[in-house]
């Protein structure tokens, strides 16, 4: 009774796709489809899973270019922050705007939203059990960038802030295969991400914009 996380690695830009999947109701909820549309329904259909729904952190192109063939083929609820403004490739009706503390079902589960802005303004965190999907707000030893439109780095030091607060054993699964793992754990980033290290959002920015 639990969610199984698969990740898959897609796309030139190296980025993961998961697929939260129930596996009493075999159910599942997507994150970011991206680049490969059979290769994400292979994974539902090896699952035995059904597709529930699409999440996606932000509206960058690389996390969503296969959202449009994915909904096309089973009509399910796409869930984006509402402070999100990039356009997603689906009809209006197909789209559920959500806000921070907001808890999308999942069998027994729930996948909470944590709004985390900075790399755009609507980015979000999903915290399903012990797992969170971080996006690109926190990678494997380092962190979203802020120089594309909608990009804030004191509003990234303060994302990253909320997340080291969180319990250190929690698993985090990042939007891209950007580091020396696939995966990491928030007690980890504490001890080895740079980004993370900061005291002050004034330093922060002068890190991360080189000014
Ligand atoms: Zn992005």
Not at 69 to 97: F, I, M, N
Not at 104 to 133: A, E, K, M, N
Request: proline residues 7%.
């Amino acid at each position: 009774m639990s969610v199984q996380v698969q990740q898959l690695p897609l796309g030139p830009l190296q980025n993961f796709v998961y697929i939260l999947g129930d596996d009493v109701i075999r159910q599942a909820l997507v994150v970011d489809p991206g680049w490969d549309v059979h290769a994400i329904q292979d994974g539902l259909a090896q699952h035995d899973l059904t597709l529930a729904g699409v999440l996606v952190t932000h509206t960058h192109l690389d996390h969503i270019n296969a959202v449009g063939d994915l909904v096309k083929r089973a009509d399910v609820p796409v869930y984006v922050h509402k402070a999100e403004t990039g356009p997603l490739p689906v009809s209006a009706g197909s789209v559920t705007r959500v806000g921070g503390g907001d808890e999308i079902p999942l069998g027994r589960h729930h996948v909470r939203i944590l709004h985390t802005p900075g790399h755009t303004p609507g980015s979000s965190c999903f915290l399903v059990d012990d797992r969170l999907l971080s996006g690109d707000t926190l990678f494997v030893k380092a962190c979203g960038r802020t120089d594309l439109p909608g990009g804030n780095p004191e509003e990234l030091f303060h994302s990253l802030g909320q997340i080291a607060t969180m319990d250190e054993r929690i698993a985090v699964y990042p939007g891209h295969d950007y580091g020396d793992a696939p995966k990491t754990t928030i007690g980890a980033e504490k001890r080895q991400n740079p980004f993370l290290r900061f005291h002050s959002p004034q330093e922060f920015v002068r890190a991360v914009t080189g000014g």
